[in-house]
């Protein structure tokens, strides 16, 4: 694949946290709070801010709500009130794990054009595209 291309994945509905990789034919499996990270920034191409996350409480909710495996909402919500609390400590350590999934699954050099990064500017974002199946 040629450099600055976009990465394509696909994320079988029915399968929480999986992420099949058709180019490089493979598939990776994120927790449900990686998935949710990880699908909130396929949804917004643009960036984000760590800072902004809490803007994004509904949208992290209803991602959060499908890839979870929790019923209670209480549960759901201590979730995410972790994930954006202002420390971004969770916050971090998911962008963390899911980088090393990546690169664990294709190798550094393919990995970098799926994981989430930080640019100069201080947002966040993937190169990634989900393609519906």
């Not at 909402?73 to 954006?84: D, F, G, I, K």
């Not at 400590?89 to 930080?118: E, L, M, P, Q």
Request: glycine letters at 6%; a positive charge.
């Amino acid at each position: 694949m040629a450099k600055g291309q976009i990465k394509r994945l696909v994320a079988p509905g029915i399968h929480r946290g999986r992420f099949h990789l058709p180019s490089e034919e493979t598939e990776i499996c994120l927790n449900p709070a990686e998935s949710t990270v990880y699908r909130l920034f396929l949804a917004h191409p643009e960036g984000l801010l760590a800072d902004d996350l809490v803007l994004h409480w509904k949208e992290l909710n209803v991602i959060y709500a499908h890839e979870s495996c929790f019923d209670d909402p209480e549960v759901r919500e201590s979730v995410l009130v972790s994930l954006c609390s202002e420390s971004k400590r969770v916050f971090y350590s998911n962008i963390s794990r899911i980088k090393r999934k990546f690169i664990d699954a294709v190798g550094a050099k393919k990995a970098a054009g799926y994981y989430i990064k930080r640019n100069k500017t201080g947002l966040y974002s993937t190169k990634a595209v989900l393609t519906p199946l």
